[in-house]
């Protein structure tokens, strides 16, 4: 019952005002209006776009791993010094904390969010919209020079990784083979299963020969030395090349020129202002105003009653 006299209070008062309301409203209305001409323009331009060619890190999706990169410092710092935002946004480098009051500006017009289809969107606002498109357009293209800088590094570490071991299984070979050369030229050993079956043949058959005889002798002394010595080197060849394949595929991993990113919807130069919003401007300005002078007269009719 008390709800009911409240509302029926408040039916009164409106009523017995209604028309000052309206006044009051119209004037909140055309004021809002009138006010947001003051406001500087600001026209939104934005981007859709997807990563490409990256691996995610740790339990990080490749988006969640975008998102860090793309809001990187030093990112920023390129934008930064790329359209002068120090002037642009007006900011005293005299004052302290001026590069805090940089940042915190630029954040106010630019943000990154994570869609739900898992693509990241850049979206800018500026009293320029040209430079709203340029802005967003550099973002994507230093978020893949920084990508491209990480896996380079990687790639290149790798690199030099695969070539050390390149060299090392070369020099390897050239000593075996080098080893194997003082045998040929010291014992006569070039082949040893063809020379075994050929003078142990010849001397089954009693055709053998001084030559023949010492060769044998010689085999019987180095031969485990020399079998061992063979197979290393096959064996150093084979790793030889799967390693200099590896090292090639590391090269082309450097030396490739590849995008990080899959643009979706690019950036373009708005031909409307995004802010003000002058609708919503007026909206809150009549709704102020109301509740205001609804509380104002609630008070003066309460002082009324009360006397």
Not at 24 to 52: D, G, M, N, R
Not at 114 to 123: D, F, G, L, Q, R
Not at 126 to 136: F, Q, Y
Request: with cysteine; charged share 25%; aromatic share 12%.
């Amino acid at each position: 019952m008390e709800n009911y006299f409240r509302n029926k209070n408040f039916i009164l008062l409106i009523s017995k005002w209604k028309y000052h309301l309206i006044v009051i409203a119209v004037i909140a209305a055309v004021s809002a209006y009138a006010a947001t001409f003051l406001i500087s323009k600001k026209y939104e331009s934005f981007a859709v776009v997807y990563p490409a060619n990256v691996l995610p890190v740790s339990e990080e999706s490749e988006t969640e791993q975008m998102l860090e990169i793309i809001q990187s410092q030093d990112i920023r710092d390129k934008v930064f010094n790329d359209f002068k935002l120090i002037e642009h946004y007006e900011i005293d480098t005299n004052s302290e904390g001026w590069y805090t009051a940089l940042n915190n500006e630029f954040e106010s017009n630019v943000s990154f969010t994570k869609t739900e289809n898992e693509a990241v969107k850049i979206n800018v606002i500026d009293e320029d919209p040209k430079t709203a498109c340029l802005i967003v357009d550099s973002i994507i293209s230093y978020y893949n020079q920084k990508v491209k800088s990480l896996h380079g590094s990687k790639s290149f570490e790798a690199m030099l990784t695969w070539k050390n071991e390149v060299n090392k299984k070369k020099n390897e070979i050239d000593s075996l083979k080098a080893k194997l050369l003082s045998y040929q030229k010291e014992y006569g050993m070039l082949n040893f299963d063809i020379q075994v079956e050929k003078y142990m043949e010849a001397i089954l058959q009693g055709r053998a020969t001084p030559e023949s005889k010492d060769w044998i002798t010689n085999a019987e002394i180095v031969k485990n030395d020399y079998l061992e010595t063979d197979s290393l080197l096959w064996e150093s060849a084979n790793m030889y090349y799967e390693n200099k394949k590896t090292y090639e595929g590391h090269v082309r991993d450097y030396k490739k020129h590849v995008t990080y990113t899959h643009v979706i919807t690019s950036p373009y130069i708005a031909d409307k202002n995004s802010y003000p919003k002058r609708l919503v401007y007026v909206i809150f300005a009549i709704l102020g105003s109301l509740v205001l002078s609804i509380l104002v007269l609630s008070f003066i009719e309460s002082k009324k009653q009360s006397k």
